[in-house]
Each structure stands twice: as structure tokens, then as C-alpha cells.
């Protein structure tokens, strides 16, 4: 197994300008199948999941109206249980007026400026991870589905560039661990794939929910790399390369992660 | 106003032991930890809990810095009878929270 | 004189590379630690909380995995075997840790009401360490459980 793995990783290498340093279909592995029975109980009983505290707050917020509009989320999209479904699933998504890629925190920024008239919702802030919780609860066991167009292929190749670029300190690209040496160990944790089907995650390392942007973060912090900003072009471009890279996969969010 | 889940089951036969789990929103902040500035930040736990069953404690637990942040606790009682499971948290800073399930047995 | 550090002239392996990230990331997180309870004051406590009874070994189980994917967070279960009727029955169960800043982690009361001493939370452990678990029971006598756990520490931190 582990030799074949090596060749795999080997061949993976002699791929990897061609962008085929990736994991084959029959061998993703969420990051709820890498945990253990504990971390995944958390996650499975509604009860015990801290991420329902901002689910419960998402739903709250959904139909508060806002701006100087004075709508809310549900005047135009009703309810989310039917409007909200799969959702999160298809974001990164390209804004047709942008002819970019925004993740769902962008998404719920864009409409409150242009039918909320509201101020936007800081990254990280409570309101914005209880709103991308609640849309995201939604799409629980839904197929991750990113359009395939031309348009996003070229920003998912944008994302997939990220990805293998070998950066900081310590010379390491996000390839480097998560498709070579997943499985392994890394100071003693699991390396996991990193497919982003739980997010926002309740990470038990934070105490606290958070987005994949700042998971992400953490990883370049990891990698004595400067982070990327939050909400900038290369983390939105990378968000659509790893959701292309999680297609099929269900959604689990809200996840816990360790 | 803190969130609070409780799962308490609606109904259970009488004489039957049932499991009741309580999960709490707090930061659970340890007073061990640095902050930005240098400075400690203070500490800021929930440090007692307790469950009353109809007005009688059934369950009561002193809680420390080494609980996790948004405190679960689970335990177990005996439905007795129908009526009301009373849950309250203090803590630090005069936090108090309240929350009520009812069950009914038969 | 020779240095007494060459540099190598050996390309390092990644697994090589992957260690010397952990002991970075290791490195962060002993700074921000403080003070610790040992095992001395752990015993202490326990002395303190038994008014120096005898405690036994058996009846406490005590469910912790073995190996803590994250110490922030870690589901523990404690059950006693106890009938739980009113002249037989856990009044008390008390957690204790050797190497967090404090040696109490959590007192709970119960009682024949409970119908079954088992319960369970989540708490957190700063390194690996033993975790006591103390039944005090209604005819006063004391009993324990324990457990061994190897906190591992994330790979992937924040900036502090």
C-alpha cells in the first residue's frame, strides 16, 4: 500500500505540470471520515454540534430586515430550507457583472449592498459566519456542484496554480501535504485531504466557528507563508480549485474539525 | 443572552432512566492564556451548574478552566414524572443563564 | 577550528522538512503556556476533596481517546458501577489532571435519582498527560479510574 502510494505520489510529481498532482475519485476521504468517534459524534447529533449556536443565530438574522431598504434575506429568497438548498454547494460561483468567482460570504455581501442598501459583513464577523452557517446547513448532504465552464476552468487553474506553488519559509506548497501525505502525520495531527464540505467549521483547535478562508490562513501561517487577505482574489480563486476538487463530495456543514 | 441546546426527551415511561445533554454558548476563557498586548486575559468561566427535575436538584456540577469552551454536559435521571427540567448556568462576570424542557411521563 | 554547526550539505527529505515544521509550530505553543498543576498538586487536590479517605482502584471507567486529535476539546465519559438505589449510590464524581495550570477539571453530584452513574463533557488538556476520575459513594468510601492521553498539537496555528 505504501509503496503503491509512493509510486503514486512519484507519478503524481512527474504530472505535476500537467495539474494532474491529484487525488484519484475512490480515494477521497472527507475530513469527517478521517476523525474520530468522538469529533464525529459532536458533529452528528444537532445537540452537540456548537456550530448550531450560529446556525440558530443565521436563521434569526434571515428574516431580519436590513438597510436602508428595509429587507430581508427571506422578502426575496423565502424561505432557506427550500431557497438556500445546494446553495453553498455551487459557490465559489462566477458573479455574471464581476466575471469573477465569489464564495458565499461575497455572495451575502453583494446583496445586501445592491438590495439591502446595507454596510457589508466583516469576514469573520458573528452575523456573516451565522448567515454562511444557516445557507450552509441547507446544503447538508448535497453533492459539491461547481459549474464546469470555461469561464470558472480558468480561475479553477488559477486556484490549482496556488495550490502547487511552493511558498514561505519552509518551501512548501498546499500539494505538498495534502495530496502527497495525506493520512500522514504532521506534529502529531492527521494530514487530511482538505476537502472544504464542513464549512464554516467548528474547529475544535479555535473553540469557535470559522470560514475556509481562515482555515486556509492557518495553513499559510503553517507554511511561514504570508497570508493572502481575506476576501482577495487568489483565496477565491483557491476556494473554487478545492471545491472543483471536492465535486460529488457531500456537504457536511456545519463540520467539526479538530 | 447566551444560546443554550438542550435535548431532553419529550415523553418517557415512567421509572425509565432517560439521558439528558446540555449544550451552553460560552467562551469558557481559562485566565491562563496571553493576549495580544502581553497582558493576561482575565478569566471568564461558567462555574456551576445546576438541574432540577419539577423543583427537586437532580444533578449539580462545579465547573473549572479546564472545560471546553460552549460547555456539553450529559447525565441521566429517572423519569419520575411529567412536569418541568429546569437547567441554570452561572459564571464569571454575573452570567446566569436559565433554560426549561418539559416532559411528560406516563 | 570546526564549527560546531555545518550547515548540511544534504538535501533534507520531506518527511525531514515536515518535522522541523512541527517542532516550529510546537516551539508557539510553549510560550504561551503558564504555570502548570504537577502531579504533586494534583494529589493535593485529590486529598483535599477526599479529607485524606483512602481512595481504591476499580468501579470508574473513565472514556478518554488515547490519542486527543485536539486538546481544546476533548469529549471525556465517566461511569461508575453503582446500582444507584437509595442506600447504594454515587454522591460524587471529581476529575483531576496533572500538568493543566489547575489540577480540578470538574466536580459533579448526583444521586439515586440519576437511575445510572455515567456522564459525560468536554474539557481540555494542555499536554499528555493522566486523568484521575474519583467516585465518592454513599458509604463513604472513594474509588478511581484513570487514564493516560497523548495530546497531540495542531499542525496549522494561527498567529498569537
Known amino acids: 500500500m505504501r509503496a503503491l502510494r509512493a509510486l503514486a505520489a512519484g507519478l503524481a510529481l512527474g504530472l505535476a505540470a500537467a495539474g494532474a498532482a491529484e487525488i484519484a475519485p475512490g480515494e477521497r476521504r472527507s475530513g469527517y471520515d478521517d476523525m474520530g468517534p468522538q469529533t464525529r459524534a459532536m458533529q452528528d447529533d444537532d445537540s452537540a454540534n456548537p456550530g448550531m449556536f450560529w446556525v440558530l443565530d443565521g436563521q434569526a438574522l434571515w428574516s431580519r430586515k436590513e438597510g436602508a431598504a428595509q429587507k430581508s434575506c427571506a422578502d426575496c429568497h423565502g424561505g432557506a430550507e427550500a431557497g438556500m438548498k445546494g446553495v453553498s454547494a455551487r459557490h465559489p460561483a462566477i458573479d455574471a457583472a464581476r466575471a469573477k468567482p465569489v464564495d458565499i460570504e461575497e455572495r451575502i455581501n453583494i446583496c445586501r449592498a445592491g438590495r439591502q442598501q446595507a454596510a457589508p459583513l466583516a469576514r469573520e464577523s458573528k452575523e456573516l459566519l451565522a448567515l454562511t452557517a444557516y445557507i450552509a446547513r441547507q446544503s447538508r448532504g448535497q453533492p459539491v456542484s461547481i459549474a464546469l465552464d470555461a469561464q470558472t476552468r480558468s480561475f479553477i487553474a488559477q486556484g490549482a496554480a496556488i495550490w502547487n506553488r511552493r511558498q514561505g519559509q519552509l518551501n512548501l506548497s498546499c500539494a505538498n501535504c495534502h495530496d502527497d501525505n495525506w493520512g500522514r502525520k504532521l506534529a502529531g495531527a492527521g494530514v487530511p485531504q482538505a476537502h472544504p464540505t464542513g464549512y464554516p467549521v467548528y474547529r475544535l483547535e479555535w473553540q469557535t466557528l470559522g470560514s475556509l478562508q481562515r482555515r486556509l490562513r492557518n495553513c499559510m501561517t503553517g507554511m511561514r507563508a504570508e497570508a493572502y487577505e481575506y476576501g482577495s482574489e487568489e483565496f477565491a480563486a483557491l476556494e473554487l480549485y478545492l471545491m472543483a476538487r471536492a465535486q460529488g463530495m457531500a456537504m457536511d456543514a456545519p463540520g467539526v474539525r479538530p | ?106 | 577550528m570546526k564549527p560546531l554547526i555545518q550547515p548540511s550539505r544534504i538535501q533534507p527529505s520531506r518527511r525531514r522538512f515536515m518535522a522541523g515544521a512541527a517542532g516550529a509550530a510546537a516551539l508557539q505553543i510553549v510560550t504561551s503556556r503558564g504555570a502548570s498543576a504537577t502531579p504533586e498538586a494534583m494529589r493535593a487536590e485529590i486529598t483535599r476533596v477526599t479529607g485524606g479517605a483512602p481512595v481504591r482502584s476499580g468501579k470508574v471507567a473513565l472514556d478518554i481517546p488515547q490519542l486527543v486529535e485536539n486538546g481544546n476539546t476533548v469529549s471525556m465519559a465517566v461511569s461508575v458501577e453503582s446500582p444507584m438505589t437509595p442506600a447504594d449510590h454515587v454522591k460524587a464524581i471529581h476529575v483531576f489532571n496533572e500538568k493543566n495550570p489547575q489540577p480540578q477539571v470538574i466536580s459533579m453530584y448526583l444521586g439515586p435519582r440519576a437511575g445510572r452513574a455515567a456522564v459525560s463533557t468536554r474539557i481540555k488538556l494542555a499536554d499528555t498527560q493522566k486523568i484521575i476520575a474519583i467516585a465518592q459513594m454513599s458509604d463513604g468510601s472513594f474509588w478511581s479510574g484513570s487514564a493516560d492521553v497523548i495530546v497531540t498539537i495542531a499542525a496549522c496555528l494561527e498567529d498569537l
Not at chain 2, 445546576?50 to 462545579?62: D, L, P, S
Not at chain 2, 418541568?84 to 411521563?105: M, P, Q, R, S
Open chain 2, 1 to 106: 443572552m447566551a444560546r443554550a441546546l438542550i435535548n431532553v426527551p419529550a415523553k418517557a415511561a415512567r421509572g425509565e432512566i432517560i439521558e439528558i445533554k446540555t449544550l451552553i454558548q460560552h467562551p469558557m476563557e481559562t485566565g491562563f492564556r496571553v493576549g495580544y498586548n502581553g497582558a493576561m486575559i482575565p478569566r471568564d468561566i461558567i462555574s456551576n451548574f445546576v438541574c432540577a427535575y419539577n423543583g427537586v436538584e437532580i444533578f449539580r456540577a462545579e465547573l473549572s478552566s479546564a472545560i471546553a469552551s460552549n460547555p456539553f454536559l450529559t447525565f441521566t435521571t429517572v423519569a419520575a414524572e411529567s412536569g418541568e427540567i429546569t437547567f441554570k448556568w452561572t459564571g464569571d462576570n454575573g452570567f446566569e443563564a436559565i433554560e426549561t424542557a418539559g416532559i411528560t411521563v406516563a
